[in-house]
């Protein structure tokens, strides 16, 4: 899950909370003290509720990035780097079968899709990254298969480099 979906899970947890509260708060108030005090300590628990959730978000927040930081340092890298050799080499396998005819013009597209979207992302380091992009340039040209497989061994070597980093 990322920062913004995080973000806006709890915002709906705290809309919900909010007005949970404030319901609650209206109805203790108007049970104890009738309609005036029914308002103000619907009022309160609300602001009261708001304030403890926007603390408690901030905190959320805070431990999710520090995670996010330990797992990128615990092999996050390594396993996306893995991930986009694994999605180029299934494009590479669609646009030069082993049997002419072997991959449909749907599967080779579908797969051209899922390499470069996993070479794309943010997490890559740069080095494994610049080489995806030079493997999947290679591959794209299509009319020879031999630059695409020295690309896409030097994503492999350059993969490889990157673990223990």
């Known amino acids: 899950m990322d920062n ?6 709890h915002r709906l947890i705290t809309v919900q909370l909010v ?3 404030a319901a609650l708060g209206i109805l203790a108030g108007y049970l104890l003290g009738g ?4 308002g103000f300590t619907g009022a309160l628990a609300a602001a009261g509720s708001w304030a403890g959730s926007a603390y408690a978000r901030r905190r959320a927040l805070a431990a999710f990035r520090e995670e996010c930081a330990a797992a990128a340092d615990d092999g996050y890298a390594e396993g996306l780097a893995q991930t986009v050799l694994i999605g180029i ?5 669609a646009v030069f079968p082993i049997e002419p005819g072997g991959v449909s ?12 979207g ?18 999947l340039e290679a591959i794209d040209h299509g009319l020879d298969p031999e630059p695409a497989r020295q690309a ?4 492999a ?9």
């Open 89 to 93: 080499a299934t494009y590479q396998a």
């Open 118 to 135: 996993i070479s794309a992302y943010d997490g890559l380091p740069h080095q494994v990254r610049a080489s995806a992009a030079a493997a």
């Open 105 to 116: 013009d749907e599967e080779a597209a579908a797969r051209r899709r899922v390499a470069y």
């Open 152 to 155: 896409l061994r030097d994503l």
């Open 19 to 21: 007005a949970s509260a």
């Open 157 to 165: 070597t350059t993969v490889y480099e990157q673990r223990g980093r």
């Open 4 to 9: 913004l979906a995080l973000t806006r899970a």
């Open 35 to 38: 309609p005036f005090v029914a």
